[in-house]
Every structure is written in C-alpha cells, then in structure tokens.
Nanobody, 125 residues
Framework: QSQLVESGGGLVQPGGSLRLSCAASGFTLDYYAVAWFRQAPGKGREGVSC????????WYDDSVKGRFTISRDNAKNTVYLQMNGLKPEDTAVYYCAAHLSTNQHECLMAPYDRWGQGTQVTVSS
C-alpha cells in the first residue's frame, strides 16, 4: 500500500528546533514534488515549503524563510523539514504531500494528491 508517513513532531519551547520526516512506502519519491503544509486550530491549511523532483528546487513561505529547511534523501525515500527558531505561531498539525510531476523544476503549483496523516507540532513555554 502506497503511503506517506510523517514523524518528528512534538512539544518544543520557543526558539527550539524539530526535524520532521516524511517517509514514503510503496512508491519512490525521487521524481515527486513534495510539500509541507500546516493547519493551526481554527485556521485553514497553508503551504510551508516544497521541493521539486529530481532538480530539487525549493520554495518557502515568507513566515518560515530563514528558519526552516527542506531536503530530501532519496536513498531513504524521505523528505525532511528542519525547523529552527520555532515560534508559538508555528504551532499546527504538519502534513506532507507528494505529486508525480512532469515538471521536475517546480513544486509550488503542483496538484498534491498523496497526503500523510499529519504530525502535531506545539511550540510553547
């Protein structure tokens, strides 16, 4: 069965760090665009970051630029989101999503159609 599984969430103090993982099983992520989204309580889902397929171009929302880093390890079939300098407003459920795109340079406009179940990130003192 093909699926994406997120892990690495948790409770962290402001200024702390977490690394989220998005592991794929049943399919290979190499040529997939992969994105991280988040949804805070009472708010809509928003895009946080994405990485294109084989080219590896990246995009970050302004709210996380300079603090978060997305990367992929094709040998482990996993995409990571390193989150540093966490703020209370980063608190949300984080989801990863993937799409097999014909455009290996782009990830922002991909119609993501494979989704993980989400992992909770809570930033609080």
């Amino acid at each position: 069965q093909s699926q994406l599984v997120e892990s690495g969430g948790g409770l962290v103090q402001p200024g702390g760090s977490l690394r989220l993982s998005c592991a794929a099983s049943g399919f290979t992520l190499d040529y997939y665009a992969v994105a991280w989204f988040r949804q805070a309580p009472g708010k809509g889902r928003e895009g946080v970051s994405c990485i294109s397929g084989s080219v590896g171009n990246t995009w970050y929302d302004d709210s996380v630029k300079g603090r978060f880093t997305i990367s992929r390890d094709n040998a482990k079939n996993t995409v990571y989101l390193q989150m540093n300098g966490l703020k209370p407003e980063d608190t949300a459920v984080y989801y990863c999503a993937a799409h097999l795109s014909t455009n290996q340079h782009e990830c922002l406009m991909a119609p993501y159609d494979r989704w993980g179940q989400g992992t909770q990130v809570t930033v609080s003192s």
